[in-house]
């Protein structure tokens, strides 16, 4: 079984502060995603990376930046955060171009 | 880049009735087409794709029509039960970038 996970269910951080979302999966996985979930707008990419050290831009990137040092680790980070990034985000990998995303169990983050 | 649009946002059947999602997508190089469903306070999970070579594809109770020339695909659930409600999503890719549409919250009435 694939795993994604994230490092936290639940988040409260405040506004300014810089914020770290952890993802890490155990399949050996080329790409990773990071999305975030709003009510009405559904799953939006924020970033994603086809390899270690790799990144491309999705469609929502601003306030955002990533790294990716390992293959297993995907990392997104909010470098000042504020209220309207308040949001579930949601990790994903796939093996390959066009396989099935595992999802992380998601991050419900609030910033105050 | 790519922009899914997906209709309806909700839909409410009853059971055994048939349920129809629709989606439309932008950009004619996306050629892998999944669905997703996510149940209440769990992850998405895939239900069944399509590829840009296939028309349709059949898994069960669950089917998907893709009309390239359209930029359109379809998901159908027949029979639909209970545990069919939750949310829907499909989504268009290109390369490695995924994009979804809004999804579409199914209720199916007992």
């Known amino acids: 079984d694939v795993k994604v996970t994230q490092s936290s269910r639940y988040l409260v951080k405040r506004t300014g502060e810089k914020v770290f979302l952890e993802c890490v999966q155990d399949m050996d996985h080329e790409n990773m995603f990071w999305y975030r979930q709003d009510p009405g707008l559904g799953l939006r990419l924020i970033y994603f990376?086809?390899?270690?050290?790799?990144?491309e831009k999705g469609d929502i990137p601003e306030g955002y930046s990533v790294s990716r040092e390992k293959k297993e680790r995907f990392s997104l980070i909010l470098e000042s955060a504020s209220t309207n990034q308040t949001s579930m985000y949601l990790c994903?990998?796939?093996?390959?171009?066009?396989?099935?995303?595992?999802f992380g169990q998601g991050t419900r983050l609030t910033v105050v | 880049g790519e922009n899914v649009e997906q209709h309806p946002s909700t839909l409410s059947v009853q059971e055994g009735d048939s349920a129809v999602i629709k989606c439309t997508y932008s950009d004619s190089a996306s050629n892998y087409f999944p669905w997703y469903k996510q149940e209440l306070g769990k992850r998405p999970q895939l239900i069944i794709d399509?590829?840009?070579?296939?028309g349709e594809k059949k898994d069960q109770r669950i089917a998907v029509t893709l009309n390239k020339t359209a930029k359109h695909f379809s998901l159908h659930i027949t029979e639909t039960q209970p545990e069919d409600s939750a949310v829907y999503f499909c989504?268009?890719?290109?390369?490695?970038?995924?994009?979804f549409g809004g999804g579409t919250r199914l209720m199916v009435k007992p």
């Open positions: 399509i590829r840009s070579n296939v």
């Open positions: 990376s086809y390899d270690v050290k790799m990144k």
């Open positions: 994903a990998s796939s093996l390959r171009i066009n396989t099935e995303a595992f």
């Open positions: 989504a268009a890719s290109k390369a490695v970038m995924l994009t």
